[in-house]
């Protein structure tokens, strides 16, 4: 059973909590990246990945555009 993903945000705007998310970059490359509320780590192929590599280092979330599971999906 796959789960509904959110619409794409705006490139730029920044999640609204703290965790991993899916990332798209200006050239439409997909990946995982974990958000602390102040910057980014690195992006990664997988959750677990990117949440292990949260620490390793910080860098501005710059153009990317994020997406989570959406909250109808959560619900169910």
């Known amino acids: 059973m796959s789960k509904k993903l959110s ?4 490139p730029g705007d920044k999640p609204p909590s703290v965790g ?3 990332t798209k970059d200006r050239e439409g490359r997909i990946a995982f990246n974990h958000w602390d509320g ?3 780590g690195p992006s990664c ?3 677990e ?3 292990e590599a949260r620490n390793m280092y910080r860098s501005n979330w710059g153009t990317r555009s994020f997406r989570d ?3 109808a999906a959560l619900n169910k």
């Open 7 to 10: 619409n794409w945000s705006a």
């Open 38 to 40: 102040y910057g980014c």
């Open 45 to 47: 192929t997988s959750v």
């Open 49 to 51: 990945a990117a949440y």
């Open 69 to 71: 599971l959406a909250l």
């Open 20 to 22: 991993v998310w899916q």
